[in-house]
């Protein structure tokens, strides 16, 4: 596994609100499993308060003769800044330079074959910018002159078509937000190794906004016959990714995208054109995509018979499993990271189900003996990331965190154990199990696995 950069991320070592903006009685009503649900109106009262009149506290005003960055006025308030286009293409400030994807050796063998890591830990709400969204390539990416770029539909259509990407652009088009998940996110977490980080545990997961022409409406143009059942996705990169796509996948919510977080795609994901499959697994969403056929039965391409498949406990492998089911996970405090001291922490992560919408999430902070239901952030979308958080005080007292889905289906997403009763421990892809981050009494969080 690739080591952190040695440069020190402030945001690996978690502070809480001093203590005084809590009273005794509302420190009382919050236990090591959360805040009692009578008294959350009254805590976040308190803390907005307490915010409001911080100044006139004796604490903080102790404070303040000792701090020159309080007493005296810092050189970027006394000189002019940088003109308006000093960056034509606006980029982090350089004090965020460490929150940067990842490459893990361990899961592929050339540079061309990669995997880049979101840094999960490092992210607020449900959007990941483009910068950091995840990558996985099989033979590199490519950078193509979209003038030359064409999409063709054929097969069982009355009318094979092929669309020039201005074609595309002139059609009517959607925009929606969707998560995507590659089919091996938390692959290593099957066997009994541990990865260090939700970085590397979770990280082939991102959520951005998709534009582009529903699949639906170019389909209906070509006139495909309604008999059919299936399409082969193809994309235009060295490694001429295939893969089957299911109809009722491609009439209901499928994008042939363009444009991604409010500007075209960027070449590592696909630029000009990708194919969007909202729940199913990422390597669906073809990228470079150059053709559609419509077909009568699935396509058994190299990268669905050989690759993508679930090894089973009785050694057979099961085939053309794309959904992603319901998963979670707490991306703060998560493993790498450290709580300073004892107090008040919001446990926050992330939600999404590929066959519809979360509906509840729950935390457990003593390895899923006590469920308590945490809050969400927003309205959450169909087969989208969704943000939640849980008001938890740590008393410098070992504990288990974990975080357990409910969609909009009814699932639950399973214990480790559950699902290694069903699936075994060979398999790679397909891991919806819930994590496990332990906070050792020192305040150092790391992986482990219960069960």
Partial sequence: MEEPSNTVDQRGQLRQAPESFLSTELIASISSAGVNAERRGLLR?????ALATAAGSSAIAASVGDDPDIVNLPEWSRTLGKPVLANPYGQPSKFEANIVRRQSPGLTQTDQSSVAFTPLQNL????????????RHHQGWVDIDPRRHRLMINGLVREPLVFTLEDLLRMPSVSRMHFLECGANTAQEWGNSAVPTVQYSHGMLSGSEWTGVPLSVLLE???????????????????????????????DDAIVAYGQNGEMLRPEQGYPLRLVVPGVQGVSWVKWLRRLEVGDKPYATKDEASHYVDLMPDGQMRQYAAIQEAKSVITAPSGGQKLLQRGYYCITGLAWSGRGTVRK??????GGRNWREARL?????????TRFNFDWVWQNSPALLQSRVHDST??????????VAARGTRSIYHNNAIQTWRVRDTGEVDNVQLG
């Fill in 124 to 135: 607020f709400g449900c959007i990941t910018p483009s910068g950091l969204h995840f990558e």
């Fill in 410 to 419: 009814g699932y639950i997403q399973p214990q480790r154990a559950q699902l």
């Fill in 377 to 385: 952030e927003g309205t959450p979308q169909s087969k989208m990331l």
């Fill in 45 to 49: 009262a308190a803390l907005t308060a």
């Fill in 361 to 366: 999430v729950e935390v457990s902070t003593d």
């Fill in 221 to 251: 143009r070509a006139g495909f016959d309604k008999a059919a059942n299936y399409l082969l996705a193809e994309g235009a990169d060295g490694s001429g990714m295939t893969r089957t796509i299911s109809m009722e996948a491609a009439l």
